[in-house]
């Protein structure tokens, strides 16, 4: 299968609700990073991790590379948190191998 | 924030033709990489470089080059373009050494047509 699989590939919220990302991956992966890409196609670091789990306000994300996956989790979602979510993960040297995305949609 | 700044934003091409996507970061960073993203696929990699003078093949390379004459410019190259490299293409950069993990910052894409 695929290096990286994401899920779900497309995702509804209304405002304030609470949901979570998913990337599973086929081989063991040294760190992971999480990007949203806006409506203007803008890439967007949100978080990397090498381990554990990192949080920046409404988003918490973790990372366990023995069982192979990492969430974001987005909390009291908002309108601006639409947009495409991509999971990346890499191993030796910088080279990232992405997920198809989430397509998220949040609605008033 | 890292500076990364990709120049066409848009760009048509004919076919057969010889397309140049430039990209500048301003942050000297070590590591530049082009990725190409199309619907259904994500961002794949294309040709990415550890410094000036070096470049290493991505995961798709087959009809592009790549160039990196300083730390500051990476530039992609479609000698023979075709209408299967109509896709928007991204580029980034990093200051990691050779194995080990960064951050990567991105462009805001270039989209090229193909006709």
């Known amino acids: 299968g695929m290096p990286v699989e994401q899920n779900p590939p497309a995702l509804s919220l209304y405002e304030g609700a609470d949901s979570g990302l998913r990337c599973n991956f086929s081989t063991t992966m040294k760190s992971v990073q999480w990007f949203q890409q806006n409506h203007r196609g803008r890439l967007i670091t949100l978080f990397y991790?090498?381990?554990g789990t990192k949080e920046n306000g409404r988003l918490k994300s973790t990372f366990n590379s023995k069982e192979r996956y990492s969430t974001l989790h987005i909390k009291d979602a908002q309108l601006e948190d639409s947009g495409t979510y991509f999971c990346a993960a890499g191993n030796a040297g910088a080279k990232l191998t992405f997920g198809g995305g989430t397509r998220l949609t949040v609605r008033p | 924030e890292a500076a990364v700044t990709q120049s066409p934003r848009n760009k048509v091409a004919v076919t057969g033709g010889k397309v140049t996507l430039s990209c500048n970061q301003t942050?000297?960073?070590?590591?530049m990489y082009w990725y190409r993203q199309d619907t259904g696929h994500g961002l794949r990699l294309i040709h990415y470089?550890?410094?000036?003078?070096?470049?290493e093949k991505g995961d798709i390379p087959d009809g592009y080059k790549a160039s990196r004459p300083s730390q500051e410019n990476f530039s992609l190259i479609l000698e023979l373009a075709t209408p299967s490299q109509t896709s928007v293409y991204f580029c980034?950069?990093?200051?990691?050494?050779?194995?080990?993990?960064?951050?990567?910052?991105f462009g805001s894409g270039t989209r090229l047509t193909v006709l």
């Open positions: 942050n000297n960073h070590n590591n």
């Open positions: 991790l090498a381990q």
């Open positions: 980034a950069s990093g200051d990691a050494g050779q194995g080990a993990a960064e951050t990567l910052y």
């Open positions: 470089s550890y410094g000036a003078g070096s470049t």
